[in-house]
């Protein structure tokens, strides 16, 4: 499945930026959908994750409050509004597919992944 994420740029901090990730349009709805970072030299972190109907969501620890998730009801595709940027969320963010209808924060629970987009902070 080929995921197709957008929506990075630079920003300045405090500013807010939008992300869309969408899948070929005959892909299945029913699986959750999450977002990942990689930030330089650094290992690829879980940000948020949503569920198939969208009623259930996570956040890692350091977005709670600032990130939100969400997704178009009945497809595959799936949103995270940043607000409250920091210089230390400036990374590639990278959407991705779960096998199943809900998953967790763990790389693993996602086979499928999108080619990243570039969110550049600065301060």
């Known amino acids: 499945v080929q995921l197709q994420a957008s929506g990075g740029g630079l920003v300045q901090a405090g500013g807010s930026l939008r992300l869309s990730c969408a899948a070929p349009r005959r892909t299945s709805s029913n699986n959750a959908m999450g977002w990942f970072r990689q930030g330089s030299q650094k290992e690829r972190e879980f940000v948020a994750s949503i569920s198939w109907n969208g009623g259930t969501t996570l956040y890692a620890d350091n977005v709670q409050g600032r990130f939100t998730i969400s997704r178009e009801f009945g497809k595959s595709t799936v949103y995270l509004q940043m607000n409250s940027l920091k210089p230390e969320d400036t990374a590639v963010y990278y959407c991705?597919?779960?096998?199943?209808?809900?998953?967790?924060?763990?790389?693993?629970?996602?086979?499928?992944w999108g080619q990243g987009t570039l969110v550049t902070v600065s301060s």
């Open positions: 991705a597919r779960s096998r199943g209808s809900y998953a967790g924060r763990g790389l693993t629970d996602y086979p499928y």
